[in-house]
């Protein structure tokens, strides 16, 4: 047998040819931090020094990077428009055990040598589904025993986990909105099971994203009752949560639309509404993805700054979007504008812990290289410690946080301190107006805004 088909039956087995553990990246070692290298050495870091302080805090406390499981070792280059066009020499094309234990061993590997702290995953994107519910927990059971396993070996933690209630045809009406109430009860025991691995795996947050808990149209939708019904499953989540002492953070994860036309958890703010509605706002947080903030047709950091604003800013999924193309492309975050208004919020709210930047991005379909796997993640990762450097200091600095304050400095006496206390009266603001006549014109200056920014980044 040639050295070649030995290689390729080693790295499917698991093992090397001369019988050791396998390594899945030959010839790509553990990424090093090397400030002042050049334009072309993408395989190292030319920002991201995990150990720096920052603020009181190392790069790696802020930033608490995670790689996700599904896009980078389940991704197989599809697009809406295109068959698979990534296939990688580890994977045998099948859902058997073993090729999904091959698969976890290749990720704690990649997870290692690029230096992350963190891993994401669905259950579906792990272990296979099986004929019967049983057997899917016995499926998961077992690899979530070897992923226990790397974990304790690597020291790798688990940002968060998650149950894919939205891929099976069994969702296609939704999970905890489906009109079945079967189909709700199956969606439950599929979390039921999610949280308890969450736990085994000592998650730091456990997430919900309802990828078809939405309507493609109102004419057959009782939408109240599929509301209420979605705040009676997270009901049930909370206190099978408490019921077997969980400690992770639950997240919600906001999106528009995609697959569905319209989405209940349509962006931060209305997600924070249901939660307040429904009595569960003291229970969840938010889990923002920007690519989807963008869908909705808000700027990059919008639901960021919302969430983070209303105490609900719990994790971020940091990848970005091409809103010329109008859907979801989970690109990787590589514009420092964007990463500096980010690590901002970030800053100001004092962390994102026990959440993290959770890379769900995928590499473009047209990207094959294994190489290209560790290229993308070490660009974003650059891209946040850039970020965060030009956050840190414009924070800490002031200009913008003075302007912000000057503009609404008509709010700290008089009857605009009436107004921001909730202790002014209709009569009072039409006796002021009376004395004080037509309010000045006062520029909102938002090209100096723009400038300062640009200071910084």
């Known amino acids: 047998m040639s050295q070649e088909s030995k290689s390729k039956r080693a790295r499917l087995s698991g093992d090397s040819p001369n019988g050791s553990a396998a390594e899945f990246f030959p010839g790509i070692g553990k990424i090093e931090y090397k400030p002042g290298a050049g334009p072309t050495e993408v395989l190292c870091f030319k920002h991201y020094n995990a150990k720096e302080v920052i603020n009181g805090h190392s790069m790696e406390a802020w930033l608490r990077f995670s790689a996700c499981y599904w896009h980078t070792f389940r991704g197989v280059g599809l697009d ?52 019967t519910l049983e057997e899917t927990n016995r499926n ?60 085994k795996l000592d998650a730091e ?3 919900f994203w309802g990828g078809r808990e939405g309507y493609n149209s109102l004419l057959n939708t009782d939408v109240m009752a599929e509301l209420s019904h979605a705040a009676n ?31 209940y958890d349509y962006d931060a703010m209305t997600v924070i509404g249901f939660l307040k509605h429904f009595g569960l706002a003291d229970d969840f947080k938010i889990n923002v993805e920007p690519n989807h903030t963008m869908l909705a047709g808000h700027s990059y950091e919008h639901d960021i700054v919302m969430a983070s604003g209303f105490g609900m800013l719990g994790s971020i999924d940091s990848n970005t979007g091409s809103p010329d193309l109008g859907w979801d492309t989970d ?22 812990a026990p959440g993290g930047l959770n890379f769900d991005a995928k590499v473009r379909r047209e990207s094959t290289n294994l190489k290209d796997m560790f290229i993308s993640h070490v660009g974003a990762m ?10 840190a200091k414009l924070v800490a600095e002031g200009a913008m946080a003075k302007m912000v304050q000057n503009r609404y400095s008509s709010f700290n006496e008089g ?22 006549g037509e309010p000045k014109q006062i520029s909102g200056e ?3 805004y723009e400038c300062v920014l640009n200071h910084y980044v």
């Open 233 to 263: 499953f997270f009901k049930m989540a909370v206190d099978y949560k408490k019921q077997i002492g969980f400690g992770g953070q639950l997240l919600i994860e906001p999106k528009p639309k995609e697959p569905t036309r319209h989405q």
């Open 140 to 199: 998961l059971d077992e690899i979530t025993d070897l992923a226990k396993e790397l974990m304790a070996k690597t020291g790798v933690k688990l940002l968060w986990n998650t149950c894919n209630l939205f891929a099976n045809p069994r969702y296609m009406n939704g999970a905890a909105t489906n009109p079945d109430a079967h189909v709700v009860a199956y969606a439950a025991a599929q979390v039921k099971k999610g949280l308890e691995i969450g736990k």
């Open 382 to 391: 650059d891209c946040f410690a850039r970020g965060l450097r030009c956050a």
């Open 205 to 207: 947050n456990f997430v």
């Open 80 to 131: 809406p428009f295109g068959m698979p066009t990534i296939k990688r020499p580890w994977d045998d094309g099948t859902e058997s055990m073993d090729n999904a234990k091959r698969r976890l061993r290749v990720a704690f590997e990649f997870f290692s040598k690029l230096g992350v702290k963190y891993w994401t995953f669905h259950d579906r994107d792990v272990a296979p589904e099986g004929a």
């Open 415 to 436: 009857i605009g301190a009436k107004i921001a206390k909730g202790t002014a009266t209709m009569e009072e603001c039409e006796n002021y107006v009376k004395k004080m």
């Open 331 to 352: 690109q990787f975050p590589m514009d420092v504008r964007d990463t500096t208004l980010v690590m901002k919020a970030v800053i100001e709210q004092n962390g994102i």
């Open 446 to 448: 938002q090209e100096k």
